[in-house]
Nanobody, 120 residues
Framework: QVQLVESGGGLVQAGGSLRLSCAASGSIFKIHAMGWYRQAPGKQRELVATITDGGSTNYADSVKGRFTISRDNAKNTVYLQMNSLKPEDTAVYYC??????????????WGQGTQVTVSS
């Protein structure tokens, strides 16, 4: 099977920085896109940023210029550098592996989530 393990969440003051990491492990041939989504209390899960295996990136308007997504294809790991954090960035952040090719087919996978709390 495939597992996604996230790390790097925590509590930070507004204006601070955090770096999230997500490592995918298991029987993986290829992951087309990896990304980060977040869900705040009472809200729907929303896209934060994605990156393809070719390096193409996509960001939510609310994080452009503040967050940077990067990826190490050899390690099946994706990172999210979050700078100039705002209280409205507070959410559970989930890692996603989209169109993951495994011996059993192509699937999408999610991590368990990591809490990011930004205090004002």
């Amino acid at each position: 099977q495939v597992q996604l393990v996230e790390s790097g969440g925590g509590l930070v003051q507004a204006g601070g920085s955090l770096r999230l990491s997500c490592a995918a492990s298991g029987s993986i041939f290829k992951i087309h896109a990896m990304g980060w989504y977040r869900q705040a209390p009472g809200k729907q899960r929303e896209l934060v940023a994605t990156i393809t295996d070719g390096g193409s990136t996509n960001y939510a308007d609310s994080v452009k210029g503040r967050f940077t997504i990067s990826r190490d294809n050899a390690k099946n790991t994706v990172y999210l550098q979050m700078n100039s954090l705002k209280p409205e960035d507070t959410a559970v952040y989930y890692c996603n592996a989209d169109s993951t090719t495994t011996p059993w087919g192509v699937y999408d996978y999610w991590g368990q989530g990591t809490q990011v709390t930004v205090s004002s």
